[in-house]
């Protein structure tokens, strides 16, 4: 049997950062909201009902991660997905969760039919 080879420190640390994007639900938000076009930090503060300070906090850690880019108009920060890989991740996620409530579902249809 193959024995796995371990994995550096460092490359655990920045999977686990990367992933860490996507614990955060207003991230996950703004990334829903940029997905079809760029939106300015107002569009998308006004689509949050949030704070610009909170949106631009989180708009920050991605375009540091490098999932979005950004393009300065006048006053205005225009941001947009760079990364379409991080889509794929979370449709990955979501169908993985469907599939996993289907299936609870059907548990408990059968558990229900059964009392």
Not at 52 to 69: D, E, F, P, R, T
Not at 88 to 107: F, G, I, K
């Amino acid at each position: 049997m193959k024995q796995a080879l371990p994995v550096p420190p460092e490359v655990v640390q920045q999977v686990a950062e990367y992933f860490s994007l996507l614990s955060e639900p207003m991230r996950l938000r703004l990334l829903h909201l940029l997905r079809d076009e760029e939106k300015c930090v107002q569009e998308l503060v006004e689509a949050t009902q949030t704070s610009q300070a909170n949106v631009s906090k989180h708009l920050k850690v991605m375009w540091q991660a490098g999932i979005l880019s950004r393009r300065s108009e006048g006053t205005c920060a225009y941001y947009r997905v760079e990364d379409q890989m991080i889509f794929e991740l979370c449709n990955r996620v979501c169908d993985r969760l469907a599939t996993r409530l289907e299936q609870q579902a059907r548990s408990f249809r059968v558990l229900n039919s059964k009392l």
